[in-house]
């Protein structure tokens, strides 16, 4: 066996075993889920953008809102106003391809079993 495929099943391991000790809080999933649908309506005729959403592996209570592209203008300040109000982690940086990224991170997905 290789050192990749130990590591991945490793990784595979923790992961699940990491999962059975949390529990889903609804109130949180459902506001990461409602502020993806918001922001993909927004931007739904920008066909410039990439927009999507990242749950973390080894951190499942933590999830990313992505938006990317060549450009992001923000039209609605309420929206915008209100992820940043919410979300964990705000960050806006360039990539090498040209593109520019925005995420907002949104954590407490999660809690441990009682």
Request: aromatic residues 10%; hydrophobic residues 40%.
């Amino acid at each position: 066996m290789s050192d990749d495929e130990l590591f991945s099943k490793l990784y595979e391991a923790i992961k699940r075993s990491e999962e059975a000790k949390t529990v889903d809080v609804p109130m949180r999933v459902k506001f990461v889920q409602e502020a993806y649908n918001a922001i993909k309506n927004e931007f739904k005729d920008d066909k410039n953008l990439e927009i999507e959403v990242e749950r973390r592996g080894l951190t499942p209570s933590i999830a990313n809102i992505i938006i990317e592209g060549k450009d992001i203008e923000i039209k609605n300040m309420k929206l915008f106003n209100l992820l940043l109000k919410f979300c964990y982690t705000w960050e806006v940086y360039p990539k090498t391809n040209g593109n520019v990224r925005m995420v907002f991170s949104f954590n407490g997905l999660k809690k441990r079993r009682v």
